[in-house]
């Protein structure tokens, strides 16, 4: 099996900044892509930014500009840093990892989730 730990949620208020970051352990032969996905009340999840095993990088229109995805292969760890937070971007926030395992191929994770609020 494969366990996500994701940290770094919370409050802030309007312009202010987060980073996200999310652990990957167990049985994991080798990672490729790792993502972060939101979802508001009332809202469908959404890809927030993906990056792939040699850097490439997308981004939700909406975050443009504002969010960086990074990873750091070796600690099994993607971080998601948030600038110039909007009320709109407050959602439960998960991180979705695609793993190839020793015995069991390959498959996607997801993490716990974690409340981001952004308010004044």
């Known amino acids: 099996q494969v366990q996500l730990v994701e940290s770094g949620g919370g409050l802030v208020q309007p312009g202010g900044s987060l980073r996200l970051s999310c652990a990957a352990s167990g049985n994991i032969f080798r990672l490729h892509d790792m993502g972060w996905y939101r979802q508001a009340p009332g809202k469908q999840r959404e890809l927030v930014a993906r990056?792939?095993?040699?850097?490439?990088?997308n981004y939700v229109d909406s975050v443009k500009g504002r969010f960086t995805i990074s990873s750091d292969y070796a600690k099994k760890t993607v971080y998601l840093q948030m600038n110039s937070l909007k009320p709109e971007d407050t959602a439960v926030y998960y991180c979705n990892v695609f793993v190839d395992s020793y015995g069991l191929g390959r498959n996607d994770y997801w993490g716990q989730g974690m409340q981001v609020t952004v308010s004044s």
């Open positions: 990056i792939s095993s040699v850097g490439l990088t």
